[in-house]
């Protein structure tokens, strides 16, 4: 590699990638792979955008790959990233674009349109009436305008669009040794951040002073990453247990509060995602058996956990727990867990009515939530959820394995009294 001391991974990975991407495509009749979203850009052409956001503006987060089933790929840029291209992508044929306004007139370069250079590429290939394959189906996006994707199909009118997201999860939901060890890495890191998180932890301190000490943390432990990614929801307080992602805002913990903790850190675009739970003070009788209940449901997932086993079996495993703990009515999902990897939720998820089986290479989270009534109550229903006493589950990150898994969040789930 010319230099790229930025790659995530070695240059043979990205290469026995994109080998088992062609051999797919040939399986699926495809000729090419037109691929946008970050993810999936990352994971073939090993280019990480470092500028994120909700915008998607054509100057600065406009990545385009293209991924023929012969020839080589071509990675179509902003001009701005041709140095971060250089030292991250094993790709070679780097093409770019800029906007009117990117350089100054004097400097002599050109404005480019990104789709200009999209339709060029297809065309050099000789694909421009072949079928392409796009990310059109569950959990995966165009990131690209309207405008700009109808501009492409119309300037290829004679090309069949279809949808890639089979192929593409057929390959990112099983993990190779040096994907599972990127993750191995941010749940390492998340797990002295948690535990630093609940030591440090006491009554009056706000949500914002929780997340902000995991968050720095993580940057102690070595998630420095850029762009840096990290996300933690702090659940604490009668009020909040029935909210999902909260953010934090101000609310200081007291006397009798379930604190949920859910996130983790990022290590080279692959995420950890686990849960910890603390009470400030002692916990009730009902806080005890929502806790044990949650912890006694995952932990019997987790036993079923091993490459063959249909899905739905790990989910159905909690629910049987719960239901013999008298505390299937406080579990409101039939979803339990997902994989994990460059997307912190992504398939396979696991749920009573899940298809197929887990795999060697597959990492995934199992999670198993449960509600009091009260807070159940007014997710379901709207009521109020003043009086509730809390929202229960643990999760961890694990490998499956041929005879079981591999817990790559082994920090204790016990409840953590906080003094």
């Known amino acids: 590699m010319k230099g790229r001391y930025l790659s995530d991974f070695p240059q043979e990975e990205y290469e026995d990638r994109c080998k088992k991407a062609r051999n797919l495509m ?14 999936n850009l990352t994971y073939f052409s090993g280019f990480r955008p470092i500028l994120t956001g909700e915008s998607k503006d054509r100057a600065h987060l406009y990545h385009i790959l293209i991924l023929p089933r012969e020839g080589s790929p071509v990675l179509v840029l902003p001009l701005v990233m041709r140095g971060n291209a250089q030292i991250m992508s094993w790709v070679d044929d780097l093409r770019f674009f800029l906007a ?73 939901t099983l993990k190779s040794a040096q994907e599972i060890q990127h993750i191995r890495k941010a749940c390492g890191i998340s797990c002295k951040a948690f ?43 009668k009020e909040r ?55 006694k449901s995952q932990e019997s997932a987790l036993d079923k956990v091993r490459a063959g086993i249909p899905i739905k079996n790990v989910a159905a495993s909690a629910v049987d727990t719960a239901r013999k703990l008298g505390c299937e009515r406080n579990l409101p999902y039939t979803s339990h ?31 198993p939530t449960f509600y009091d009534e009260t807070a159940l109550n007014y997710i379901t229903k709207g009521i109020g959820e003043h009086g509730a006493e809390g929202v229960f589950y643990v999760e961890d990150n694990v490998v499956v394995t041929t005879n079981g898994s591999e817990n790559l969040t082994p920090l204790s789930k016990d409840l953590w009294i906080v003094k």
């Not at 009554?203 to 762009?227: N, V």
């Open 195 to 237: 535990q630093t998180t609940l030591e440090t932890m006491k009554r009056g301190m706000t949500d914002k002073e929780i997340t902000r000490t995991f968050y720095k943390a993580t940057l102690d432990q070595g998630s420095e990453d850029m762009p840096s990614k990290m996300i933690l929801v702090v659940r604490a307080g």
């Open 337 to 367: 867990g997902h994989g994990i990897g460059l997307s912190v939720h992504e398939p396979p998820y696991i749920g009573v009515k899940s298809e197929g089986e887990l795999r060697a290479g597959m990492v995934v989270t199992i999670e």
């Open 26 to 39: 040939d399986d699926h009749g495809l000729d090419m792979l037109l691929l946008t979203q970050e993810e």
């Open 241 to 295: 247990y029935g909210l999902a992602f909260t953010r934090p805002s101000g609310y200081k913990i007291k006397e009798g509060d379930i604190v949920l903790m859910d996130g983790g850190a990022n290590w080279k675009g692959y995420w950890c995602d686990m849960t910890r739970i603390a009470c400030v003070g002692a916990p009730s009788s009902r806080q005890k058996k929502l806790f044990d209940c949650a912890l």
């Open 100 to 172: 009117d306004w990117t350089f100054a007139p004097f400097l002599s370069v050109n404005p480019s349109d990104p789709i200009d250079l999209v339709e060029k590429a297809i065309t050099e290939l000789k694909l421009e009436n072949k079928t392409i394959g796009l990310e059109l189906g569950g959990n995966t996006r165009i990131d690209m305008s309207q405008r700009d994707f109808q501009t492409i199909r119309q300037s290829l009118i004679k090309a069949q669009f279809v949808d890639a997201s089979d192929l593409l999860w057929q390959m990112r």
